[in-house]
């Protein structure tokens, strides 16, 4: 079933179009989840959030955008919106008092990266602890572009931004990590830096 096909029988309610959705784009949201998140349960409850905001949404969908642009613009939204439930729920509720799991230590590793610097698994695991570094914008971005690998289009069209905005967000994002990665006194800054630079020729 090609894509036309697919929305085709999704704006019907077609329930195997629906299930041929999650099969094709459920790693995809659920990795792009976890890491705008940082949280494994977290990304489980956003991804099920996004494939019910699919299921009632596919009849309006008008097809100004490629469908994985519009799953990945609802997927970031999702995301956004469960951080700052999370924020808001941290000004009412008292601390427990019990010590902090680290979520990057029982962290899945649900599909490869297309970026070079996630060759490493120990590598991985530095850049991911110091994306949590940074603001939700920057951090969407680096997701968006340098791991999910989309265009720097389908990424703004995710965002809900302007091209040249996405690109300005993205350069401040990389800017950070760089800088994160550097001060930590380790070499992970090196790769990142080369995968950044052929990542701005595509």
């Known amino acids: ?65 490629a469908l994985s642009t519009w799953i990945y613009r609802i997927t970031v939204n999702v995301c956004l919106d469960s951080k700052r439930r999370q924020r808001r729920l941290k000004l009412y509720t008292p601390p427990d008092g019990g010590e902090d799991e680290d979520p990057q230590a029982r962290l899945p590793d649900p599909s490869p990266r297309p970026d070079e610097a996630y060759e490493s698994r120990e590598t991985r695991a530095e850049i991911l602890d110091a994306l949590k570094m940074l603001d939700d914008d920057q951090r969407t971005a680096v997701v968006l572009r340098d791991i999910q690998g989309l265009s720097y289009i389908e990424a703004a069209e995710a965002m809900g931004c302007a091209e040249g905005t996405f690109k300005s967000r993205l350069s401040r994002a990389r800017g950070n990590l760089r800088e994160i990665l550097s001060e930590r006194g380790n070499f992970f800054a090196r790769p990142a830096s080369k995968s950044v630079k052929e990542g701005e020729r595509s």
């Open 1 to 65: 079933m090609d894509e036309l096909e697919l929305i085709r029988k999704l704006k019907a309610g077609d329930e195997p179009a629906f299930e041929q959705l999650v099969d094709d784009y459920g790693k995809k949201i659920y990795s792009t989840a976890l890491r705008i998140l940082g949280d494994a349960d977290a990304a489980q409850d956003a991804s099920q959030d996004v494939f019910l905001k699919i299921y009632g949404a596919a009849a309006s969908f008008k097809g100004n955008s």
